[in-house]
Every structure is written in C-alpha cells, then in structure tokens.
C-alpha cells in the first residue's frame, strides 16, 4: 500500500517543517517552531499550508493551517482544517468526507462552565502518544461559556467517530 511521505508544513518564505523528521516524536506543537516560521520580517502573518508526497507526485494545500492538520496513523488519510469546515482527504488529496458538526461534549467542562455562548468548533489535529504509550489521531473542539473551553478527543478518520476524552482545559 502506498503512503503519505514527507509530510510537511511550509510558508510563503521557504521555511519547511518536516513534521515527522522524528517519526517517534512528530511536531505536534506549533510552539516548538520558531516564530520566523509564522511571522515575516514585519511581524505580519505568513502565509503557509501542508504538504507531502503521495506516488511520487507532490500534493499541496496551501492556505491551511498546518498545525491544526494531521495525516492519520496508517499514512494514506490526512484530516485538514479548511478554517471553515475540517475535512478527511485521501493520500492523494481528494475529499473523503467533511466532518460533521462537532460533537456534543462529554466531560466535566460542560457541567462546570455551563452552555455555549458561541459555536463549537474543530481547533485542530494532531498525533497523541496516550498514556499507555499507544498513539492516536487527537481532535480538540472548542467552545465558549464564560470561559474558553477545549475538549480532546480521540478521533477515527476512518469511520468519522470520536472517543474517550484525553484532556480538557479552561481559560
């Protein structure tokens, strides 16, 4: 089977990240990137997006967020966050399947912080080592009360389904 290689995040500048460099320790993180990566001369927003090969042919799309992207565990599926819709996309870029709305909150937070002043939306998606030591594909949704919420759920690109709840936070 083929699969996604060089997969990585790139800007108007030049400047690639090679995400899975490290394939034990892939950057999940925009923090550990420097701010030149993100920011030109001025300190206006680059533009930047995702990459990678697939069969020999490079496949690009720009205009994303690269660290609120990730392909799936097995390489031959990448989730993308279109800013207005988050997406499943094959290896070779077609469009799978839009995620639907996302979904309700399972944790304390919802208890705690009350309903939603605004929307839910998708933040981002990454690779997650669980406690357990086994990886998996993280989604982080995000909502307002009278705080900003953020739930992170375990998420299939497979079958479009969401699981247990790995962190939560409050600010």
């Known amino acids: ?7 990585q995040w790139y800007n108007e500048k030049g ?3 090679d995400v899975f460099a490290n394939p034990y320790e892939p950057i999940t993180n925009p923090n550990v990137v420097s701010d030149d990566f993100f920011r030109d001369k001025d300190g206006n927003r680059c533009r930047y997006g995702i990459r990678w ?10 205009n994303v967020d690269g660290w609120k992207c990730s392909p799936n565990l097995s390489m031959d599926k990448v989730i993308i966050n279109h800013g207005d819709y ?18 309700e909150p399972i944790s304390n937070l919802k208890n705690e912080f009350g309903g939603y002043e605004y929307k839910r939306v998708y933040r981002r998606c990454y690779w997650l080592k669980k406690e357990n030591g086994e990886w998996c594909i993280a989604i982080e949704i995000w909502w307002r009360s ?11 690109p497979d ?13």
Request: charged fraction near 25%; include cysteine; proline fraction near 6%.
């Open 15 to 17: 400047i690639i990240v």
């Open 86 to 103: 988050v997406a499943v996309h094959d290896a070779d870029g077609s469009l799978l399947q839009k995620l639907p709305y996302p979904p």
């Open 53 to 62: 090969i697939y069969k020999d042919k490079l496949i690009v799309f720009p």
């Open 146 to 156: 009278w705080r900003f919420c953020t739930e992170t759920r375990e998420f299939n």
């Open 159 to 171: 079958t479009l389904e969401f699981g247990e709840v790995l962190t939560t936070s409050a600010d």
């Open 1 to 7: 089977m083929n699969k996604i290689t060089d997969y």
